[in-house]
């Protein structure tokens, strides 16, 4: 579709007038860790964010979520139900494999049976993307085919291109209808802009240093189901659920009920297949009793189950999990190891 | 601690608002000692609610700060006085976990009111309506307990 | 740092000659600057060992993994506790580990380190020079002052040479603390907030908790067979646990609030929890909260004695008369 | 050995002898006594029993003096020593006083100081140490040690047990005298109620002389300057008063010691006596 | 979730003439779980009762609460009515309205949060009844034997006692003979009697009594096991004459070449190496002292051994060990003297000879005693003229002391004054005292006689006794005259206070019964339950729980003997079901609960386990014996897994307790 110039500071009056008129979650400093919060003030975005410590998964699918209320008074029960009503919220910052997560997620939540929690939000989002500035020593987003300065699955797109301007791309109909009220702030396109994203893909991708390839692990999974590098590779795994909470893709829940006297709620929140109690039984039996079992379903998950069951490929090269596991458990290593498996 | 007019806080429906206290009183010294403040009328305000352990050393300080969850804006604990435990040793270690524990409280924010662990006697009726009075008044002051509270 | 490595290929091989099964050291890791723990299960897997100043993991709680195989572990100075602890504790039989000793000259903040060193110089070698590291880099060398570079834990460090080792390599490693460090500073400083300050210092933080939990999963005093927080109850009963899933401001501040109160007087020290959060949450301010209270109100704990709350004095300051 | 002095003001005029004879019995045994610079009275008498707050405030400033100077600090005069003491106690378990003289004078006191007296400075090189500098032995010395009361009161802030005190018996048994079991050790000499309750004081310093005699004593010990004049300087007025004949010489320990270790009777100030000590010197060798 | 039926009482207008009990039945009935709801004037009243019995049936109730008043009152009450109703009794729960809400709160402005409270208190006991799990008290067999410890008069009557029931009873003694301090002194106050006239023949009828077995010279060493199964083990020491042989004809101690100073007359006497304490020692056979026997010291001698008849004598015998299993154990260990020795310097140290203690005062003046009755200085052999006697040493002394009373000293004082002034003509008696307690039947009356036979009382402490030449000077305050008083006596007696018996502190750690601040053993209950302790079937009687005189000694010692009595002639036991329990699985072993109970309850024992994929595993982890365990539940709050649970008690019913406390 369309695409324009801002320059930076008419980029911080957009934010502004973004704000003055939505909700704008985006990327913020705290503690020396991106996160994404709501912000106030323009001046806290951080404009090329790098990773962000947490996924902005949080904004469609949070932690923890009520889905129900109830109230019994006498014999009558009354049901709330938490769907996020129609209100605007601009999801501001969003990075190429982030925005690849979303397709992930949408993928399980927003196909039949629909997910109507999920839904709402995301159908009350608007989401800006950005490109990459850098590099991390974790990224592989290329594996899966991501470049990191395009913008799909995001409304709008922006990469800086230089001397104090961006390129900003607007790539649906919603994307469009926003811009359109800030009309002023742009300025047209100029030559030479696009070249300067591809220059800047092409010095982006030369930096990520591992390339793996993926696209036809799943089918080969299946013959390594049992062989003991699961169990090698767990013995330093904590099994706790740092690298399925960082996954922007992984997308597990509990439901439980908390409730006292007369009056209660449902929610959800999310869970981790690295989690013991993620498989326990009533009864006490657990079919995945054993780390190992657990580590190496998640990494089923990730490189086969979802590409079988969706199409889609269960990573996204964010490189997230690899840069806060305790242990340095790197998946892109898994994903050579079990290559040389097979 | 007297409250000013300016510092009664009202609830939604208009009322003022009541502090409500959870205690957990043992069997032997301090539930008796709140028996005996029953049986001799002395009054004190209405803003607790004990519930009986057979020790103080019964109480998990998750018990505690399950209340502070569940809404309460005070927890007392209340155990016979330390040489006299109907089971002999258990408020020493009652006092040595529940010093901790106060001292970490207050260390992540919570106001000293919030948390009082006293000891009363079973002849302690008059002792044991002054500790909740003294709690009332200094809960009054602090207002309600909002911050870990999930009601 | 070479003579230390050389020597644990070495020592683990001739482990494995006398009968050893596994032997827990580090490897280096998949990213530049980075160790991780290594698992040798036979002889030919001894060369991938390695000790070096990012060595930072604690592995003592992986001893708990092989109750049945004769385990030697790798242990630095504020790692021996943990070992002592587990024994102590029931969770380990001393009698068929091998504690072997390292001398640490302080573990190196990665982060820093990295923003010091040039983007792709790959590191060669690394010697302890006492106040510095000096890194050999395919770029040429950096030396990198400790004072600056090491971990906040080790500059407090009273405790670099490990105690009760069956074997330990190496010279004795001068002591890397920066002496007249106050332990308690900021601890201390926390303290002095007013109570509504203080309970925003600590929401701030506990708001961005994950429950991912990390801090427990690595924690060596974390050894319950199954932490009360992960115990579920079916049916109707679903309230009466000890703590919702939900992952609230409240549930978060209770969680931690509980750990560091379970971990009291047990706590070795080591800093793991701190280290393995993922959204920085400084946790050790809890446990040193603990520690400093429980060394000023009771002094240490007879060794016999499981821990501080296991035991009382009649003379015990009474803070509630 | 190096510790700080306090002398007080009885050994700068009345009990010079006991100055002396401390001096160079420490020096003798290697004790190296450092004076507290500009030090000041001790508030016995008048101020503690006029102004419980001068009465700390006035040792205390002789205590902050020590702490600069790093030193613990040892005391001759028995009155001397337990004001000291009492002051360490009421400045360190009593912080409300403790600030308030802070305030005062302008520092603060740590509580750092150790104060001792000089019985438990002499013993502290050790009795053999002792024992081997006399070169002559005081064999034939009968004397009863007499400790006064202030020097061992209130328990707790004495320097030894107060009802059976040892240490000037050690010290002296140590310089191979014959120390005598007696039942005064530790009652009062009447102090300074010779001037206001005369007849009561002199009857104390009776009981005290008559059980010494009794015991077989032929020369008292002490450790207290006001001691050492009561019952030196009244024994002519307690036989005038009692119709006793009393001539028993009040020796200061240190002037025994010094007189056991070889030093000049003349240089220990054996001179200065009312009663005459001359047999008694005579009966050891001096 | 189990039905539940909520039954709110008035307490006639005790609850209802404040609260709205209609309406708090009313509400009741819609908490969870509760199918039934009523009010009733009087629950705990006969017809009150009939009320809930008929509900559990109509309604197929299966948890109770009731709303009225303290369950410290009520509560076995109603669970009796459960019973009765066919459910466990321990289905069910009491909400305090009176004590807790009606009684505290009566004021008409505060009416509408009393009630609110009352609801929150109900809905507080449905919680937790609804939670509430079946509890079976465990029946324990019991061994119908008791053992005593200790063979003084408190240990000699309680054991008659015992035996004449028909129960077994084993009784211990540390000393060669039983008969402990009473069998030392020479009258009883205040009616002058024999003391050892009194007490040999009991003495003697526990030698020849059938149920009892006498075990002198021994100790117990060991105690383990619970009410109803204790095992003890006992150590016989070595006497080195065999008693099964000696038939007791006194040729070897009368013949022994050795003189010791004898500890039964407090080294005022003589013994040999080979002894009996005294003449009508049970039993009245010989132990030989080795640390002294010449054949022991020089390596020759063995006249005893060459003049027994019998060939009793046996040198190389060594300690036994003898293990018992017992019922019940009576402790009564007694008291020894405070050592003033140590204390007071103002009474010379014990260095004066002339200053001896009223025990030694007893022995002198007991006409079978080392002086035959003479009273006499024992530095000089001559009769004292003037005796002082000073009161409380030891006792009522915060500073130095005992801050307690010793009970006796004022009377025994009076009696030795009374002794003197009778025996030594022209004698003058002083007593120095801080109050005079006749508190005993008799025993006012007995300190006036003294009095007015002479004896001159001086209020106040002594400050110092001095040797002067022959005499003791005893310088002190009276305080009623406001003067100093000096007298010099010939010899002073010293009223030093009771103490507990030496290893008093051993024998608490070996049974694990706790010790007052005195180190006394600690009652369970100062008025209620004076010879009971804490640890069921263990009973105190005499003066180990604390000082007292021979008749209060005798007293409690019968008492304790009807306890033990009363708990073994049963078949068998119940015990308490409101006790700990260990989940294995959770379970680490890392026996944290284990030093935090005081009744050793808990202990380690190997289990195996058997987790999936690995290899079956033996592993430690904490048991509770349900006999020891009292119920009090410290140890489930040192298990951070929440291993342990305390039945009654349990984390989940006191988790939904707090949650419906605060709704």
Known sequence: MDSKIIKKDKLLSLLERFIAGYHVLAPVREDGMLVYRPVGIPGDVELNPGRSVLPPKGRFFPQTEILYSYRIEGEKLTLEEYVEEARQVILFGVHPCDLRSFAVLDAVFTEEPRDAYF??????????????????????????????????????????????????????????????????????????????????????????????????????????????????????????????????????????????????????????????????????????????????????????????????????????CVALCPVNIDIREVIGAVRGLV | MSVNESDVVTTAE?????????????????????????????????????????????????????????????????????????????????????????????????????????????????????????????LKHLGPQKRVSRV | MKEITEMLQQVAARLFNEGLEMFIGYESGSVPAKARPYFAAVQGETAALVFNPFCEHNLAKYLVRFPNAKTAVVVKGCDAGAVERLVKERNLDRTRITVIGVPCGGMLARERVLAELPQDGKITAITDRRDAFVFQTSKGEHVLEKKAFLLAKCLICTQNNPTGVDLMLGKEAPPVGETGKDPYARVKEISALDPPARAAFW????????????????????????????????????????????????????????????????????????????VRIPLMLLNRKLAGDIDELYGPTPPDVPSVLCTYATGDRDEFT | MKIGYYPG?????????????????????????????????????????????????????????????????????????????????????????????????????????????????????????????????????????????????????????????????????????????????????????????????????????????????????????????????????????????????????????????????????????????????????? | MPRIGVFVCWCGSNIGGVLDCPAIAQEAASFPGVVYSTEYKYVCSDPGQKLIVDAVKEHRLERVVVASCSPRLHEETFRQVLRRSGLNPYFFEMANLREHCSWVHPDTTVREQAQRKAVDLVRRAVAKAARLEPLFPGKIPVVRRCLVIGGGIAGIQTALDVADAGLEVLLVEREPTIGGNMVKLDKTFPTLDCSACISTPKMVAVAQHPNIRLYTYAQVEEVTGYIGNFKARIRQKARYVDHSKCNGCGTCWTRCPVTVPDDFNLGLGERGAIYIPFPQAVPNKPVIDLEHCRRSTRGKCGACAKLCPTGAIDYEQKDEFVDVEVGAIIVATGYGLFPWEKVYGEYGYGRFRDVITGLMFERMVN?????????????????????????????????????????????????????????????????????????????????????DEGAVYIRGRVSKVYQDGSKLIVRGADTLLGEQVEIAADMVVLATGAVPAAGAADVARMIGIPQDKDGFFQEAHPK?????????????????????????????????????????????????????????????????????????????????ERLPGQPPRERVVARVNEGLCQGCGACTVACRAGAIDLKGFTNKQLIAEVDALCL
């Open chain 1, 119 to 320: 839904t709402a939000r995301r159908n009350n989002t608007i989401i800006v993307g950005v490109s990459c500035s850098s590099v991390l020593p974790e990224c592989f987003c290329t594996a899966f085919g991501i470049s990191p300065v395009e913008g799909n699955g995001a409304d709008i797109h922006l990469t800086d291109i230089g001397a104090g301007a961006y390129l900003v791309e607007v790539l649906t109909p919603r994307g469009k209808e926003l811009l359109q009220k800030f009309d002023s702030l742009f300025e047209d396109n100029v030559a030479g802009a696009e070249e300067a994203k591809r220059a800047k893909e092409a010095s982006l991708i030369k930096k990520i240093s591992l390339s793996v390839k993926v696209n036809d692990l799943h089918e080969k999974m299946a013959s390594i189901f049992e062989n003991p590098y699961w169990e090698k590779i767990s013995r330093r795994c904590l099994g706790c659920g740092v690298c399925t909470y960082v996954c922007p893709t992984c997308h597990c829940f509990d439901i439980m009920d908390d409730g006292a006297g007369k009056a209660g709620e449902r929610f959800r929140c999310w869970d981790s297949c690295l989690f013991r109690e993620y498989t326990l039984h009533t009864s006490g039996h657990n079919p995945r009793h054993a780390l190992a079992q657990r580590l190496r379903n998640r990494f089923f998950h990730k490189l086969s189950y979802n590409n079988q069951r969706y199409n889609i490929e269960g990573c996204v090269g964010c490189g997230r």
């Open chain 5, 528 to 608: 209620l339950r004076p010879v009971e302790t804490h640890t069921g079937g263990v009973y105190l009687a005499g003066t180990c729980q604390g000082p007292k005189d021979i008749p209060d000694t005798v007293s409690q010692a019968s008492g304790a003997a009807a306890k033990v009595c009363g708990l073994l002639l049963r078949d068998e036991l119940e015990t308490n079901p409101l006790v700990s329990k260990v989940n294995e699985a959770l379970c680490t072993g890392c026996l944290a609960c284990q030093p935090v109970c005081p009744y050793r309850a808990i202990q380690p024992v190997t289990i195996t």
């Open chain 4, 9 to 286: 003001c009885s050994l700068e005029s009345s009990a010079k002898e006991y100055d002396r004879a401390t001096r160079l019995v420490a020096r003798h045994l290697g004790i190296q006594l450092y004076d507290l610079n500009d030090w000041n009275c001790c508030g016995a008498t008048a101020a503690h029993s006029t102004d419980h707050f001068l009465a700390a405030a006035l040792p205390a400033r002789n205590l902050m003096i020590a702490e600069e100077m790093g030193l613990n600090v040892t005391v001759p005069c028995a009155a001397c020593y337990q004001r000291l003491r009492l002051a360490h106690r009421e400045l360190t378990e009593n912080e409300a006083t403790a600030r308030e003289i802070a305030e005062l004078l302008g520092r603060p006191y740590q509580g750092k100081v150790r104060i001792y007296s000089l019985l438990e400075t002499i013993a502290g090189i050790g009795l053999d140490q002792l024992a081997a500098q006399v070169v002559r032995p005081l064999k034939e010395l009968k004397v009863a040690c007499y400790y006064g009361c202030l020097l061992v009161r209130p328990p707790g802030t004495g320097c030894d047990d107060p009802e059976n005190p040892r240490l000037m018996d050690e010290l002296l048994l140590a310089a191979k005298a014959e120390v005598l079991d007696w039942g005064y050790k530790n009652e009062c000499c009447g102090a300074s109620l010779v001037f206001s309750e005369r007849r009561l004081a002199l009857r104390l310093i009776r009981n005290i002389l008559r059980n010494a005699v009794d015991a077989g004593a032929t020369s008292i010990a002490c450790a207290c300057p006001l001691c050492q004049t009561n019952l030196d300087t009244r024994q002519g007025q307690v036989n005038k008063e009692f119709g006793t004949s009393f001539a028993i010489p009040i020796f200061y320990f240190p002037q025994l010691l010094g007189l056991a270790m070889g030093l000049y009777p003349q240089d220990l100030g054996l001179g200065k006596h009312f009663i005459d000590p001359q047999r008694a010197i005579k009966a050891v060798g001096g």
């Open chain 5, 367 to 451: 006409a079978s005693g080392p002086t035959g009755g003479k009273i006499q200085r024992p530095s000089s052999g001559k009769e004292p003229k003037t005796v002082v006697f000073i009161q409380c040493v030891g006792s009522r002394d915060e500073a130095r002391g005992k801050e307690y009373c010793s009970r006796f000293c004022c009377m025994y004082t009076a009696k030795h004054a009374h002794q003197i002034l009778e025996k030594i003509p022209g004698s003058e008696v002083y007593v120095f005292y801080i109050d005079v307690r006749t508190f005993g039947k008799g025993y006012e009356e007995f300190y006036r006689r003294v009095r």
């Open chain 3, 203 to 278: 929401d701030r933080l506990m708001d961005r908790c994950l429950r991912c939990y990390a801090c427990r999963e690595v924690c060596p005093a974390c050894s319950c067979t199954e932490c009360c927080f992960e115990q579920a109850v079916p049916g109707w009963q679903q309230g009466a646990i000890w703590l919702s899933k939900a992952v609230t401001l409240p549930d978060n501040l209770h969680y931690h609030v509980i750990r560091a109160f379970h971990v009291a007087g047990r706590c070795t020290g080591c800093g793991e929890c701190e280290r393995v959060c993922p």
């Open chain 2, 14 to 138: 208009g009322a003022a608002w009541e502090p409500k206290i959870v205690a957990f009183l043992c069997n032997w010294c301090s539930y008796a000692g709140a028996d005996l403040a029953g049986v001799s009328r002395i009054k004190y305000p209405a803003n607790v609610r004990i519930i009986r352990v057979p020790c103080s050393s019964r109480v998990n300080p998750q018990f505690v700060f399950r209340a502070f969850e569940r809404g309460a804006d005070g927890v007392l604990v209340a155990g016979c006085h330390p040489g006299d435990c109907h089971y002999v040793t258990g408020n020493y270690y009652t006092r040595r976990r529940l010093t901790l524990f106060k001292r970490l409280l207050e260390y992540v924010g919570f106001e000293p009111e919030r948390f009082i662990v006293r000891w009363v006697s079973a002849s302690e009726g008059q002792r044991f309506a002054e500790t909740v009075k003294e709690m009332v008044d200094g």
